[in-house]
């Protein structure tokens, strides 16, 4: 088994900032992409990895990122029309094995599906958990009201 | 075990309407509180509970909603400031047994905790996921790639 895996993570967004901040201190290389390279500003001083300015639709900036070289590529861009050609991109013409792409809208995911491309959409992650906690709820404090 | 809950939900946009939607249908009796009527157009055709409309930070709106009555209260406005408001009130004022809240800063989930109200940050469960996927992937393509 590797241990340590090369990850590209498109968008330095709370979520991007994270799992790169994340990944790089469990030992992991990691490349973060951004267009705005201010947002390289939320990595935090122990981060280990490159940071590429750039917009990660264009292979010049991808090839930049050595995604070819890639285990996994996470898109997290607010921008679910570039997540989904990131992600098209990483699957078809760099073969990244483990490609996932954050979607904020739900009706997308079919379309992901589709194309091979795992997605998560935090709204419906949220509404499951939601959903869990009624029933939860409902066990836990079944008759604490009439 | 009680099996119908009396459920509020503050919010109607893609995860509130989601919710009302899915607890109406299993049968619980539901309540959805908006200050824009139009959102109410995502409630489905089957939506059997009842819809209000106002600023649900106001104590009259609460009433009108019966809160009081709620074994459940579900803040998902898009604003943490509006969700931290209501939860509170519907915990101390209306002493509702089960208040949960969307929070998107997870800096604002500390304060959340420490006044008893339980929270979900989206972009924070959409982070285990990814990171999970990096476990996932480890384990299952190791050694796809020298």
């Known amino acids: 088994m590797k241990n340590s895996l090369y990850i590209v993570i498109v968008g330095c967004g709370r979520l991007g900032s994270y799992l790169a901040n994340q990944l790089s201190r469990v030992g992991h290389s ?3 992409i951004d267009a705005n390279e201010e947002t390289f500003d939320d990595l935090s001083p122990g981060f280990s990895g490159f940071r590429v300015v750039g917009d ?3 292979i010049a900036v991808l090839k930049e990122a050595k995604l070819k070289q890639a285990d996994v590529l996470f898109a997290t ?3 679910d029309n570039v997540n989904l050609m ?3 991109i990483a699957r078809k013409l760099f073969n990244v094995a483990h490609v ?5 809208d739900p009706r997308r995911e079919q379309v992901y599906d589709q194309l091979g491309i795992e997605t998560i959409c935090p709204t419906s992650v949220a509404a499951e958990i939601f959903m869990l906690a009624v029933a939860g709820g409902r066990a836990a ?6």
């Open 30 to 32: 990691v490349v973060v």
């Open 77 to 79: 861009t607010h921008e």
């Open 141 to 146: 404090q079944g008759d604490a009201k009439p």
């Open 56 to 58: 990660a639709t264009q």
């Open 100 to 104: 996932l792409a954050r979607v904020f």
């Open 86 to 88: 990131v992600a098209q």
